[in-house]
């Protein structure tokens, strides 16, 4: 297939949001050639309009769906990514049909998260559990203390204590 041809990038103008938006259905490197621009100033001028990720791949997703049928609508169909003025939409259209997908990172994060949390419950119910138990004890003692004919347990008894009742 013919490669496309860049447009000239304009020295110091970059391309607005909905030129670049119309892209989408492309890979970020076929878009770069298109614009004449490096994959990083395309993210960042997707990223201050809203839209974290190149979106291709959920287009294709969506399409393949049969969610949206073409690049204009995925934009600016109902609940597309775009709103009708060109800027990024709240997100609850067309792209939440697939669900929030976590990086593997967020996954670990989450996951690290739990077990931290899981741990830090633990403890406190032990450290409950210790106190509740503490108190107990100490009230049986007293308790004990307290009742007639109580005698408190005995102590250990070393060999140097220890004389036999044969010796006698």
């Known amino acids: 297939p013919p490669r496309p ?14 030129e670049v938006a119309r892209l989408f259905d492309k890979p970020i490197a076929e878009a770069q050639q298109q614009l004449g621009l490096c994959g990083a100033r395309i993210k960042q001028i997707i990223r201050d309009n809203g839209v974290a990720r190149w979106p291709f791949r959920k287009y294709q997703a969506l399409v393949t769906k049969g969610v949206v049928s073409s690049v204009d609508e995925f934009l600016y169909g109902p609940g597309g990514l775009l709103s009708d003025d060109g800027q990024a939409a709240d997100g609850k259209g067309v792209l939440s049909a697939l669900g929030h997908h976590q990086s593997a990172k967020e996954k670990q994060r989450d996951l690290d998260q739990a077990k931290e949390r899981a741990r830090l419950k633990r403890s406190a119910e032990q450290a409950a559990a210790a106190a509740a138990g503490a108190n107990t004890f100490a009230a049986a003692g007293e308790q004990a203390d307290a009742a007639p ?20």
């Open 149 to 168: 004919g109580y005698a408190p347990p005995p102590t250990k008894v070393s060999r140097l204590d220890y004389t036999s009742p044969l010796a006698a």
């Open 5 to 18: 041809v860049a447009m000239p990038a304009l020295k110091g103008e970059d391309p607005t949001f909905s």
